[in-house]
């Protein structure tokens, strides 16, 4: 008995918030008591909010109230602390889960929604573990259908008959109820929907492997352009130490050629000084002596003594240096700064001109990631590629059949409007998607005698109009196309031509472009696949799929290579007679 008026007394000093014994209780102003703790940690986090609410009743309150101990809630606690103590350990109340992030609600709960463990089906309600016994209890002859909790309990019910959507409309593919199937779904293709749950769940599944297997290649990918990366950073930092070391080479050889032309002129310097003092000491002899000479004149020219005077005369000698000295009007080095000047600026041509050129060349380097090698068609067609024609590119002789899959050639122009994108001379068209990244797509010809169909790829920049090499696929640097014919095969490109084996040829043709790898690869198609010819560059632009027809050819584009329907290869005598048929009708 005392336990269970301990017990008793304990939910009514219980905090709704923490489900504890209260702590320094509070009383608000609607009556309920909570912790002092927990009520404040539940306003705070209002506390951007101008109304403050009850956790129980909800009740609101403006402004925030003032907390006070309520006094005599905690003597009653304290004696039910001593109480419990005095009559030994209380059986342990079972585990409360309260409703977290992303957590079902129990729609039973008041104040504090707990967590809910299970929904019903009929009541649509969910339950936590309290009310869930509740409930079982009350409908235990008649068992409800229970699920795991849900959210989404209101999108399982019909919106028109409220009733639980069991049934799934293959021809309106959309889940109905029972009512919908006598109704407005009558006759409708319908399965439950456990059944057409297993039969998407097939197809999820399917879509799943798929996801799996490209997560899979895209990490082989990743890991591809990694190391390509990292080898292209090596690369480069070896073409730097190597340029460093060629530049410092000249450099040295510049400082050499400096020193030598230093001291070339030092040397020369030297040698004429030296020469130009020996003769100025020769010089200033000769002077002093001729100085002594006139001295010696002047006196003996003023003597009043003529005897003296004719008896001194023999002995002056009037003869002097007979030497001459040539002195050179060039006296600088103007024709070694020349020079200099001159290779000077040689060098500075050179460096500009070589400057220019590694400036295009490095430009030229990039991060080519190895090109996957495909041994089957399956392998190839995960990355299939939809593609469509553009209609403002078409020629005037070609014509478009089986919602513009089919192209034959035309002998009269067709009334298409004019437009900026169409070829008006060459007979080709281009499609409206852009290729990058990993693309693949198939398509079948047919042609007679020399006749034949151009397949490949071009940027979007290629010229539309007129007869020249500019416009045409593979005559110029911006395309690239596979000619096929019954008894030629070619690859042309900046209008060059490889000729190829027609062994290799079939009426079907796959075509797979890496886009950052820069791979271009055409294929044959039959029971078996083929490498017609392969080509390693560096796009930089995106591609657009193109095709052009001689007379008498035509060529179908494939759209859809997964559908199982078109996974057989057509037989080509059947797909020539067709195509014919449709060029004689037209």
């Known amino acids: 008995m005392a336990e269970a008026r301990i017990s008793w007394a304990e939910d009514q000093f219980t905090c709704p918030v923490c489900l504890d014994l209260l ?48 006094v005599v809630f905690a003597e009653m606690v304290e004696k039910l602390k001593t109480m419990r103590l005095q009559s030994g350990p209380v059986p342990a109340a079972p585990a409360v889960h309260h409703t977290g992030s992303g957590d079902v609600q129990c729609d039973s709960c008041t104040g504090i929604k707990q967590k809910a463990v299970k929904s019903c089906l009929e009541c649509r309600s969910s339950y936590c573990q309290n009310h869930l016994e509740q409930h079982e209890n009350l409908f235990r002859g008649n068992r409800h259908n229970l699920m795991d909790a849900t959210g989404r309990l209101r999108e399982m019910m019909c919106p028109q008959h409220d009733k639980l959507l069991e049934i799934y409309c293959r021809t309106d593919q959309r889940c109905i109820c029972m009512l919908c199937l006598v109704d407005e779904h009558k006759n409708h293709d319908t399965v439950s929907t456990r059944v057409a749950r297993a039969e998407k769940q097939r197809l999820f599944d399917e879509t799943q492997r798929n996801i799996q297997k490209t997560i899979q290649q895209k990490k082989i990918d990743l890991k591809q352009m990694r190391e390509a990366v990292e080898s292209h950073k090596r690369s480069a930092q070896t073409a730097v130490e190597d340029s460093e070391r060629i530049f410092s080479e000249v450099i040295r050889s510049i400082e050499k050629c400096r020193s030598e032309v230093k001291q070339l002129i030092r040397d020369q310097e030297s040698a004429a000084v030296k020469q130009a003092e020996q003769r100025l000491a020769r010089l200033e002899l000769e002077l002093d002596d001729l100085r002594w000479k006139e001295t010696e004149l002047k006196q003996l020219s003023n003597t009043d003594d003529h005897i003296h005077f004719l008896q001194s005369c023999p002995s002056v000698s009037l003869s002097g240096s007979t030497d001459s000295f040539t002195i050179s009007s060039r006296l600088s080095f103007d024709e070694v700064v020349k020079s200099v000047s001159q290779l000077r600026d040689e060098l500075q041509q050179v460096c500009t001109d070589e400057t220019d050129r590694l400036s295009k060349t490095v430009k030229t380097v990039q991060v080519i990631v190895p090109s996957q090698q495909f041994t089957t068609r399956n392998e190839l067609l995960q990355y299939s590629h939809l593609l469509t024609l553009d209609l403002n590119s078409v020629n005037y002789y070609l014509r478009l059949f089986e919602e513009n899959t089919v192209i034959t050639y035309s002998d009269t122009l067709m009334p298409y409007p004019d437009h900026p994108d169409r070829f008006d001379s060459w007979t080709e068209a281009l499609c409206r998607e852009s290729v990058t990244g990993r693309c693949y797509w198939e398509v079948e010809w047919t042609g007679e005698g020399r006749s034949g169909v151009d397949i490949g790829v071009t940027y979007k920049s290629i010229s539309r109009k007129g007869d020249g090499p500019e416009s045409a696929a593979g005559r110029n640097d911006q395309s690239w196309r596979l000619y096929c014919s019954p008894d030629y095969c070619s690859f042309w490109h900046k209008n060059m031509e490889t000729v190829l084996p027609v062994a290799n040829i079939s009426s079907r043709v796959g075509v797979y472009v ?41 060529l179908k584009l494939y759209r859809r290579l997964n559908n199982p329907d078109i996974l057989h290869i057509l037989n080509p005598d059947i797909l020539h007679a067709l195509l014919l048929r449709r060029m004689m009708m037209s």
């Open 23 to 70: 702590k320094d209780p509070v009383t608000i102003p609607c009556g309920h008591s909570y912790c002092m703790r927990c009520i404040t940690d539940c306003w705070d986090q209002d506390d951007w909010k101008t109304l403050y609410s009850c956790p129980q009743c909800r009740k609101t309150f403006t402004p925030r109230p003032v907390l006070g101990k309520n």
């Open 514 to 554: 890496d886009h950052s790898a820069g791979t271009l690869s055409f294929y044959s198609v039959s029971d078996t696949m083929s490498l017609i010819h392969r080509v390693q560059t560096a796009f930089t632009q995106p591609l657009y799929a193109v095709f052009g027809l001689d007379k008498q050819t035509a």
